[in-house]
Nanobody, 124 residues
Framework: EVQLVESGGGLVQAGGSLRLSCAAL????????IGWFRQAPGKEREGVST????????YYADSVKGRFTISSDNAKNTVYLQMNSLKPEDTAVYYC?????????????????WGQGTQVTVSS
């Protein structure tokens, strides 16, 4: 079992940047796919980006391509989400999640472990 702890959220103006971190406790990332999801009030949880530890593949939602970058530091057992050119519509609680197996990266039902979430607010 792995415990995930997110950090790095906050309040930023439109056009600004934030870097979210997802640290794994109790296990290593090399047996999981790690994904970032977000959920805005009144909306469903949506996949933002995922990185596969098995082959290094990365996946992005169309809405964040070219602005967000996912990366991992295996030595620190941490996955990052660098978010640039932020928009007000990026405002949400961001969660990281770990999947033991993965067929559809953006499907939250395929993830086995979840962090507690971190709030990202982008002001216009």
């Amino acid at each position: 079992e792995v415990q995930l702890v997110e950090s790095g959220g906050g309040l930023v103006q439109a056009g600004g940047s934030l870097r979210l971190s997802c640290a794994a406790l109790g296990s290593t990332f090399d047996t999981y796919a790690i994904g970032w999801f977000r959920q805005a009030p009144g909306k469903e949880r949506e996949g933002v980006s995922t990185i596969s530890s098995w082959d290094g593949s990365t996946y992005y939602a169309d809405s964040v391509k070219g602005r967000f970058t996912i990366s991992s530091d295996n030595a620190k057992n941490t996955v990052y989400l660098q978010m640039n050119s932020l928009k007000p519509e990026d405002t949400a609680v961001y969660y990281c999640a770990a999947a033991v197996t993965l067929f559809s990266w953006a499907n939250p039902d395929e993830y086995d472990y979840w962090g507690q979430g971190t709030q990202v607010t982008v002001s216009s």
